[in-house]
């Protein structure tokens, strides 16, 4: 690798851990962790799979945007294993002594933010069938990202990348569908 490339990979690094250790000192507040610890609970896989099921029970086009999501999910899957297992990064508490790790950690790799992925994947597809949802689902997807940060389970650019695939794949079956 050339000098002046490793050099600005070694930059982005420091800024990315810097990043983690400034956004994880909110989580000395006692209030604020147990509200960011919910939102990363609510992001769990266990929602996405109730929508799904609940979906053509409570709408007309429930069953096609209820398949819309599966594909989604199934997508959003196998790139974040793909990229799990391949880049293998370290978790921030794992790097930085001043980082802990506020709730249990799903797995032991940190890039991308799957729950990023999803939560801002969701956010487009279900506020592209109801956009009067969007704001709140589109805060939920923010808030979703920020918990992971704070709580010490990823960098910032894990839920970055995350949510910008998230997005990406929401494009994808859109469009496709």
Not at 35 to 53: E, T
Not at 86 to 98: G, I, K, V
Not at 116 to 138: E, I, K, T, V, Y
Request: charged letters at 15%; hydrophobic letters at 55%; proline letters at 7%.
């Amino acid at each position: 690798m050339p000098p002046w490339l490793d050099a600005h990979r070694l930059r982005s690094a420091e800024l990315d851990l810097r990043g983690a250790q400034a956004l994880h000192r909110v989580a000395a507040r006692p209030r604020l962790p147990r509200l960011l610890a919910l939102c990363s609970r609510l992001a769990d896989g266990p929602l996405w799979v109730a929508l799904v099921l609940l979906l053509p029970w409570v709408e007309r086009d429930g069953a096609r945007h209820a398949l819309l999501m599966l594909q989604l999910g199934a997508l959003n899957l196998v790139i974040y294993y793909a990229l799990k297992r391949s880049t293998r990064r370290r978790r921030p508490f794992e790097h930085c002594d001043d980082i802990r790790a506020c709730i249990k950690v799903p797995d032991a790799f940190s890039f991308p933010s799957g729950h990023a992925l999803h939560a801002f994947a969701f956010a487009l597809l279900l506020s592209s069938f109801h956009p009067g949802l969007g704001p709140l689902l589109w805060s939920f997807a923010g808030l979703v990202a920020l918990a992971r940060v704070v709580l010490g389970l990823h960098f910032p650019s894990d839920v970055v990348v995350g949510a910008l695939l998230g997005i990406a794949t929401a494009s994808l079956v859109l469009w496709m569908g």
